[in-house]
């Protein structure tokens, strides 16, 4: 601080007179109350308490037979379950990490090799892939294709080809019994 | 010639509020350049069609509910039961068309007058942020009828946000109110859809006090250096910009009676299904050079980033044409890359239409790359190494004298 005798010129242009203290710690402390006042209304916007509420499923995976794939809803997206058979998943375990965009074993996306559970949102822009019906494109790679952009995801759901940069996600979910899970 | 009065009464605000006097400045003795051409109707033309869109907009807000289980519904009742209904919300639709019409003929005509050059740096910039503010508006308003388009229209962009590195799948998430495009995210679209145009409006007043205190660029790019090279507002440009409003409602006209839904696409009279995307999903043809950009890209983020650089690049424009010559007319070089330019942009718009693969991918990333290369590496440094602009007229009189 400046000395007592002379505070104003003897601290002048060196920005240390308590009056510029006091108007930056004032200023420091509006920009604080504001963005407190800010953020309720901010945060209002985010998923509310009805939303999360919605947030798990439980599925019978007992009518599913080997090579079909259903389609169910969670947190108003699509949830792709495809019971895979022994020819996809040798082909999604034997894939070298070194092919992968975006490297992932197969071991770590499924919690039984026979079920495949898969958020069916593209990551690239949020389509939906193709391939869940029979007849549709399952893209070059056996598992999914997305129409809008062109992206290839394999039959672990990894992305081999196109401009979605990530594997689609997996839900985290848990198996109840031998026949049902709990997404969410 | 400022105002006067003798009436009393208007003295009395006048001097209290000088509305009046603003206005008699504004619309009456304002002196405009005298060799305007018509493509400086389109100004006041994209006035004309927020106006519209504000009051269509308005009507129709009564009679729609923005909720994921009725929205659809709503619009087909405003189509088939709601008294004329159907006149204002094909007026709204295509007048949306209509309006990016004019502000893209306005982008173009500024492009080519070199509009944008000092002094008129500002006003060119509050222009970019009106067509920005325009571009959030629109895609929004297109959400609401709740169509299969609407529905993945929203889920693409909004998903462009993700590609922001850490806090994008976040910010996805708050704009949702959700972990989807939901109601949540239909019931802020609409407010915001109400609450743009409002600001716009607030950007076109900010607009128009840059554009009055700059005044008028005109085709020859020279400045007004008296009142020999002017005209007062009232009666020339007024008449002038009533005589093409007419042009311009007689092709609105034609439009909206016989093909209201030909700028449209017919998804979207399909209610939407989250569970299912269209095959093709095109935006509104407005779109389409900017969505031709985002795809050209084989990057996500790089993609946004194109996408949104090919408008920021229009921010910083005034500094990237060094020529001091404003007018097209006498630069040569320039001219002819203009019109390459506007092909290259019509191109691209052809290119977003399609479907992303084979050789329009390919022609995508080139025309991509030229839209870049016109700003960043003609305009500022080839041009100047090659241009050898023709000699300016020494004043508008003499050249309107002079043809």
């Known amino acids: 601080m400046a000395d007592g005798a002379n505070p104003e010129s003897s601290a002048q242009g060196s920005g240390e007179t308590r009056r510029e203290f006091l108007y930056l710690t004032a200023g420091a402390m509006t920009v604080v109350g504001a963005a407190g006042a800010i953020w309720p209304m901010i945060d209002s916007m985010n998923p509310s308490a009805d939303v999360l509420a919605l947030s798990s499923t439980e599925v019978d995976l007992s009518p599913i037979e080997e090579g079909q794939s259903v389609t169910i809803t969670w947190r108003g997206k699509p949830v792709f379950i495809r019971r895979r058979g022994a020819e996809e998943i040798a082909i999604a375990e034997e894939t070298p990490l070194a092919d992968l965009p975006d490297p992932q074993t197969d071991d770590d996306r499924v919690e039984k090799p026979e079920w495949l559970i898969l958020v069916g949102v593209c990551t690239h822009l949020g389509c939906v892939p193709l391939g869940q019906k029979t007849g549709e494109s399952r893209g070059d790679y056996g598992g999914w294709f997305c129409p809008c952009h062109g992206s290839h995801y394999d039959t672990s759901g990894r992305i081999r080809k196109g401009p979605a940069p990530k594997n689609l996600e997996v839900p985290p979910y848990v198996f109840l019994t031998d026949n049902s899970i709990k997404i969410g | ?403």
Request: proline letters at 7%; a positive charge; glycine letters at 6%.
């Open chain 2, 1 to 403: 010639m400022s105002f006067k009065t003798n009436n009393k009464v208007v003295q009395w605000v006048e001097d209290r509020l000088p509305l009046i006097s603003m206005g008699h400045h504004t619309l009456y003795e304002y002196p405009m350049p005298k060799n305007l051409n018509y493509l400086w109707n389109f100004g006041s033309l994209a006035g004309f069609a927020l106006v519209t869109m504000i009051v269509t907009g308005i009507i129709l807000a009564m009679q729609y509910t923005p909720h994921v289980d009725m929205a659809f519904n709503s619009v087909e009742r405003i189509m088939r039961d709601v008294n004329n209904g159907w006149l204002i919300r094909y007026i709204h639709m295509n007048m949306a068309s209509f309006f990016f019409i004019a502000v893209y003929i306005h982008i173009m005509r500024g492009l080519y007058y070199g509009s944008y050059k000092a002094p008129r740096e500002l006003l060119w910039q509050l222009g970019v942020v009106i067509f920005l503010l325009m571009m959030a508006t629109a895609f929004m308003g297109y959400v609401l009828p709740w169509g299969q388009m609407s529905f993945w229209g929203a889920t693409v962009i909004t998903n462009l946000f993700s590609a922001i590195p850490v806090v994008g799948e976040s910010i996805v998430t708050w704009l949702w109110g959700g972990f989807s495009v939901d109601n949540p995210t239909l019931n802020r679209f609409f407010a915001l859809h109400y609450l743009l145009p409002f600001i716009i409006v607030a950007v076109v007043v900010l607009h128009i006090v840059a554009l009055h205190t700059v005044t008028s660029n005109n085709p020859l790019g020279i400045d007004m250096k008296g009142p020999q090279d002017s005209l007062t507002f009232q009666p020339y440009y007024t008449i002038k910009d009533l005589f093409g409003l007419g042009v311009f409602l007689i092709l609105f006209a034609g439009f909206l009676f016989w093909a209201p839904n030909y700028m449209g696409h017919p998804d979207n009279y399909i209610p939407a299904n989250p569970l299912s995307t269209p095959a093709h999903i095109v935006p509104e043809w407005y779109f389409l050079p900017f969505y031709a950009i985002l795809r050209a890209v084989p990057d996500k983020l790089g993609g946004v980033l194109a996408m949104f650089g090919a408008i920021a690049v229009l921010f910083v424009l005034p500094w990237l044409d060094r020529s001091k010559i404003r007018s097209c007319k006498f630069r040569p070089v320039a001219r002819v890359f203009f019109w390459i330019f506007l092909l290259n942009g019509l191109f691209l718009g052809y290119l977003g239409g399609k479907p992303a693969e084979g050789w329009y991918v390919v022609a995508s990333q080139i025309a991509t790359a030229y839209y870049f290369f016109h700003f960043l590496i003609l305009l500022p440094v080839i041009l100047p190494m090659i241009e050898r602009p023709r000699e300016l007229p020494s004043s508008i009189h003499e050249a309107v004298l002079k043809s």
